[in-house]
């Protein structure tokens, strides 16, 4: 947990002592998601529209108080929305919550980041994710997705999600504990009136990656070296680790043929 993740908790915590009035409760988790979305890497030349702000403020305000409702109608859930709405982690651009049995991210970016649609059991499947334009180059963004369990990731489990999506001919790009998690339940949720559904192919226990933005296609004809070039240029240490790796059983596997 860095330093930055820990405030976050202390603050969402804090925000626990409104819990017995759910709108308010809600309220005051967005207005804060908004502030430190806006003042985080903030440039000069960002030039936030507060009107596009405010109105992305009260859109979300909406959206998860649908989450939320439609949850305790799915669950019949007589928790305290303290207990159901919850912090539960933040990365370079995200601020995520889990909201029963689903997760809400906010996010921003300077690019309208797309995500890389894979179609496999090894990206978490996302209910919703949409983007707004709140400034100069800056963008908002808000993502619905079922809550997947983070604890108990092990190197090996990275190495399985790797593999397997290096198989399609995708680099994942961004390989580290935080960012993979297991399939709990993909029961879709409602927001607006209207349903989304669960993805047909997970299966509870399914090991998935949970920020679906830094995926990127090599292809399978790509050499060795090209790979071990990207892999080495890569910011994180581990894409080098797992594809050297990658390779050496690739290059066994074709010799026992
Ligand atoms: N579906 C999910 N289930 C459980 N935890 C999640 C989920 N999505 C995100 N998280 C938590 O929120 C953190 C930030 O989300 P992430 O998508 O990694 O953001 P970023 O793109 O900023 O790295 C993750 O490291 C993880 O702890
Ligand atoms: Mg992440």
């Known amino acids: 947990m860095n330093s930055e993740d820990k405030q976050f908790r202390e603050l969402f915590d804090k925000l626990k002592q409104y819990s017995s009035d759910k709108e308010k409760y809600i309220s005051e988790i967005i207005d804060s998601v908004i502030l430190i979305l806006v003042n985080r890497r903030i440039r000069k030349e960002d030039n936030l529209d507060q009107v596009k702000v405010d109105n992305f403020s009260d859109y979300v305000k909406s959206m998860l108080k649908d989450l939320y ?52 059991i090894y990206q978490i499947p996302t209910y919703l994710r949409e983007c707004y334009e709140a400034g100069n180059n800056v963008h908002f963004r808000v993502e619905i997705a079922p809550y997947a369990d983070t604890n108990n990731i092990s190197y090996e489990d990275l190495y399985t999600a790797y593999s397997g999506i290096r198989s399609l001919g995708y680099i994942w790009n961004d390989p580290k504990e935080e960012n993979l998690g297991r399939i709990v339940g993909v029961s879709g949720c409602k927001i607006g009136g209207k349903q989304y559904l669960p993805s047909q192919q997970h299966k509870k226990g399914d090991l998935v990656v949970l920020d679906l933005e830094d995926i990127s296609y090599v292809g399978l004809e790509t050499s060795d070296v090209v790979l071990e070039e990207i892999s080495m240029m890569s910011y994180n240490r581990n894409v080098y680790k797992l594809e050297t790796r990658y390779m050496e059983e690739q290059k066994e596997r074709k010799n026992k043929k």
């Open 69 to 120: 409702e439609d949850y305790v109608d799915r669950s019949g859930s007589q928790n305290d929305v303290g207990t159901d709405i919850e912090y539960i982690g933040s990365g370079f651009t995200c601020i995520a919550f889990r909201v029963g049995d689903n997760v809400i991210k906010f996010g921003k970016s300077e690019n309208a980041i797309f995500q890389t649609e894979l179609d496999s």
